[in-house]
């Protein structure tokens, strides 16, 4: 069973993605998903679009810093759509997230698995974790749910 927090990471992924492949706003993009999905515990449906706005508000930079990890010779606009989606939530609950670090990127990489082939999961973490370090990025607080 998922934990309220990775289905509410998993749903702002969601949700990123709608925004990225359609002529959505973000306000849009969230009243289609949850017009489409039901609503969801209180909890669940906060904590989503918190990930959700703070993502869509950082997406930009989110972007370019992917770009600056990618290998050589590699493109953003290589990437799927859904890993475009997984980094720039990923990014955003890294930067401004106040759960444990390994939690959040456990979850991002297993949210990747589940949509993704090894490869593109592989990928996620390694990005992830190159960000992570550089910017000295560690938490060790208990999560909550």
């Known amino acids: 069973m998922k934990t309220k927090r990775l289905l509410s990471r998993e749903y702002a992924v969601q949700m990123m993605y709608h925004v990225s492949v359609g002529d959505a706003s973000s306000d849009e993009a969230l009243h289609f998903f949850w ?58 609950e890294l930067f401004e997230g106040d759960a444990p670090v390994y939690a959040i990127l456990d979850d991002y990489v297993s949210i990747a698995s589940s949509y993704m082939d090894e490869k593109s999961a592989s990928l996620v973490n390694g990005i992830l974790d190159k960000i992570k370090s550089e910017f000295d990025i560690d938490r060790d607080r208990v999560q909550r749910d």
């Open 35 to 92: 017009f489409s999905h039901g609503e969801d515990e209180k909890f669940v449906k906060d904590f989503a679009e918190d990930l959700f706005h703070k993502a869509y508000r950082n997406m930009s930079y989110n972007d370019e810093l992917v770009r600056k990890y990618l290998k050589k010779g590699w493109s953003y606009d290589r990437l799927g759509e859904v890993e475009k989606a997984v980094f720039r939530v990923a990014l955003a």
